[in-house]
DNA sequence: CGGACCTGTAATGTATACAATAGCCTTTCC
DNA sequence: GGAAAGGCTATTGTATACATTACAGGTCCG
């Protein structure tokens, strides 16, 4: 994307991660172009693109909404996005670059120790949380595939300003994240298809948590 | 999407399923605003969608092209579908209203009828085919999925018109349908899923080797 | 003779004006 | 006073003109 449809597209997707514009909040094409300095034009071609990435959702008389999610979506986000990335890690297995696996141990080591200080450093914690996984979904090779990742895993991102991440589950990740190098290492897709499966699932579950506490309705978990 | 821009939409995935526009065939915006009676803006649009459904690739510089698959594109694609058909299926059979059921027998004995006669009824056997998954996608009530699901099963229709179905294969088609049937009356999800995957499955080696049989380069089956 | 740069041409990106449509408010009639 | 109908306003859809960027061809210099 070019100039324009990419401050516009940055600027709707940050207001909606930022949780400014909350679920339901509605989107005028004009105001939006005005608040990030250029034409409808760019904005509109954003918002089609945030739309198809299902951060927003449209009407039926074609007026757009940042989405509103209910517990099944959640729930099943989090079903697709453990099918998705099981077997991206799966496919990774077979093609991932030894220094792919040493960038993957650097940044978990980086959050390591985002979650061993007195107290665990959310934004650093996120940030090398978000790189590890992107790595994976980088050495999936397949386009169409990070495509998909792309609709669900920045998902919940709205609830993490809102909470102090659980010690036990941020270093239970860390270690999820170190079996999964040895799985890399060893080349083994099933492996590394399992420890993925069980990280996401466990994420799942304490994300819900969270969600529970915030007194919120929580996702059920259906099947 | 409103009327010029859905004009634009369906020009253009109409002439890449068609074939009129093969692999690899430039997309100017101008051309296809004059080709279809309006202005590039919708144009615009359309081109847009259809790159998010993977029909289209655009060069770093911004060109549109109509998609190459490469053999480990179309693999993978199958993989995905795979997965995310079976996941539907599962979903669908703790959904699936009666009526439902009842509508998909009935396009499943109009296959029959496609796949019975002396020769192969190619189209009535692929519009009750995509009938019959349809009401699976329905029943599963994920819109998300229904949008991943449209970015794979599309895919390879090209090669539909270039091919005689083999009778054999569209025969267990038919069965396996019936079987699915059967699934969802019990409301066994974890049947369900597994005769949707392995009916996937087999699909893929049926188009593998029919695109073998034209002369050209088969999909991988890795892992 | 080859390569690099520069210029012309053709494509896409953006802005803006205009058209169509949906929603809302007002007004009018029962 | 309420409900329905009509017009006004706000928003999105489309077209077009202009800006910008990339590709190609040629020319100039080494």
Same mark, same amino acid.
């Given at each position: 994307?070019?100039?324009?449809?990419?401050?516009?597209?940055?600027?709707?997707?940050?207001?909606?991660?930022?949780?400014?514009?909350?679920?339901?909040?509605?989107?005028?094409?004009?105001?939006?172009?005005?608040?990030?300095?250029?034409?409808?034009?760019? %904005?509109? /071609?954003?918002?089609?693109? =945030?739309?198809?990435? +299902?951060?927003?959702? &449209?009407?039926?008389?074609? *007026? $757009?909404?940042?989405?509103?999610?209910?517990?099944?979506?959640?729930?099943?986000?989090?079903?697709?996005?453990?099918?998705?990335?099981?077997?991206?890690?799966?496919?990774?297995?077979?093609?991932?670059?030894?220094?792919?696996?040493?960038?993957?141990?650097?940044?978990?080591?980086?959050?390591?120790?985002?979650?061993?200080?007195?107290?665990?450093?959310?934004?650093?914690?996120?940030?090398?949380?978000?790189?590890?996984?992107?790595?994976?979904?980088?050495?999936?090779?397949?386009?169409?595939?990070?495509?998909?990742?792309?609709? %669900?895993? /920045?998902?919940?991102?709205? =609830?993490?300003?809102? +909470?102090?991440?659980? &010690?036990?589950?941020?270093? *239970? $990740?860390?270690?999820?994240?170190?079996?999964?190098?040895?799985?890399?290492?060893?080349?083994?897709?099933?492996?590394?298809?399992?420890?993925?499966?069980?990280?996401?699932?466990?994420?799942?579950?304490?994300?819900?948590?969270?969600?529970?506490?915030?007194?919120?309705?929580?996702?059920?978990?259906?099947?």
């Amino acid at each position: 994307m070019s100039k324009a449809a990419d401050t516009a597209y940055r600027y709707v997707r940050g207001e909606i991660l930022s949780g400014a514009l909350g679920p339901g909040a509605p989107l005028r094409e004009e105001a939006l172009a005005v608040a990030c300095g250029v034409s409808r034009t760019p %904005v509109r /071609e954003a918002l089609r693109r =945030l739309e198809a990435e +299902r951060f927003i959702q &449209r009407s039926e008389t074609q *007026r $757009s909404y940042v989405a509103t999610l209910s517990p099944d979506d959640i729930a099943e986000g989090f079903a697709l996005r453990t099918m998705l990335e099981g077997h991206a890690a799966a496919r990774a297995a077979a093609r991932i670059a030894p220094e792919q696996i040493e960038a993957m141990a650097a940044h978990n080591a980086a959050v390591g120790v985002a979650v061993g200080g007195a107290t665990v450093d959310t934004a650093s914690f996120v940030a090398h949380n978000r790189a590890f996984h992107q790595i994976v979904t980088d050495a999936a090779g397949s386009e169409r595939l990070a495509a998909m990742l792309a609709t %669900v895993v /920045e998902q919940p991102i709205v =609830l993490r300003t809102a +909470r102090h991440y659980d &010690r036990e589950a941020v270093t *239970r $990740s860390h270690a999820e994240h170190d079996e999964l190098i040895l799985a890399f290492r060893r080349r083994d897709a099933e492996w590394a298809r399992a420890v993925m499966t069980a990280h996401i699932r466990r994420a799942f579950h304490a994300y819900d948590d969270a969600f529970r506490q915030a007194g919120l309705t929580g996702a059920r978990t259906e099947e």
